[in-house]
C-alpha cells in the first residue's frame, strides 16, 4: 500500500480566507499546527480563532504541541538564522516524538493533512522537517508544500460565516 501524501503550509504574509481557501482547494481535511505555542499577533492565526474559521470552513484543526521548536532551540535560531544548526538540535527533539509522528501518520492515512507553521518557505521551517522524519518511517509518502494563494472572493465568504477571528 502507497503511502498517503502530506501536505505543508505556512501563514507567512497571508490573509486567513486566502489560507482557507488554499487548503480547501488542495483537498486538506485536517490541519496539524506544528507550532510549539499556537499564539500569533496577526489576527485570526491563534489557536482557538484559528480552529473555528477552519471547522466553519469545513477543516478539522488539532494542535500537536509536541512537535513545537522547543523554545531554547527557536531562541538560539533567533539569534543566529542558521538553520543548519535548528536542524541538528530539532532532530534530536524529534527522536523523542514517537508517539506524537504516529499519531500524525494515522491521520494521513485517514484524510488529508496539511502542516502547519508560519514561515512561507518550507526549508527554513521545522515543518519540513516533520515531514522527512515521516517519510523515513515510510508513515507518509509525497510531500507537497503549499503556498497560499489569493482568492479573489475569499474574504467576502469569509466574512459572512458567524464566528469571531480575533
Not at 486566502?18 to 505555542?37: K, N, P, Y
Amino acid at each position: 500500500m502507497t503511502p498517503p501524501p502530506l501536505f505543508t503550509i505556512g501563514y507567512e504574509g497571508a490573509a486567513l480566507p486566502d489560507l482557507i481557501a488554499t487548503l480547501r482547494g488542495a483537498g486538506v481535511t485536517l490541519l496539524v499546527d506544528t507550532r510549539e505555542r499556537a499564539q500569533s499577533r496577526r489576527r485570526g492565526f491563534s489557536k482557538t480563532a484559528l480552529g473555528l474559521a477552519l471547522r466553519a470552513g469545513g477543516i478539522e484543526y488539532r494542535h500537536l504541541r509536541s512537535l513545537g521548536t522547543p523554545p531554547s532551540l527557536r531562541k538560539d535560531y533567533k539569534m543566529t538564522h542558521d538553520f543548519a544548526v535548528l536542524s541538528f538540535g530539532y532532530r534530536f527533539h524529534l527522536a523523542t516524538q514517537g508517539e506524537a509522528l504516529e499519531a500524525l501518520g494515522g491521520w494521513a492515512q485517514a484524510g488529508q493533512v496539511c502542516l502547519l507553521c508560519y514561515e512561507a518557505e518550507p526549508g527554513e521551517c521545522h515543518r519540513s522537517l516533520i515531514a522527512a522524519r515521516l517519510q523515513e518511517l515510510a508513515l507518509v509518502g509525497e510531500v507537497l508544500n503549499l503556498q497560499v494563494e489569493h482568492h479573489q472572493d475569499a474574504a467576502a465568504i469569509f466574512d459572512a460565516l458567524p464566528f469571531p477571528t480575533s
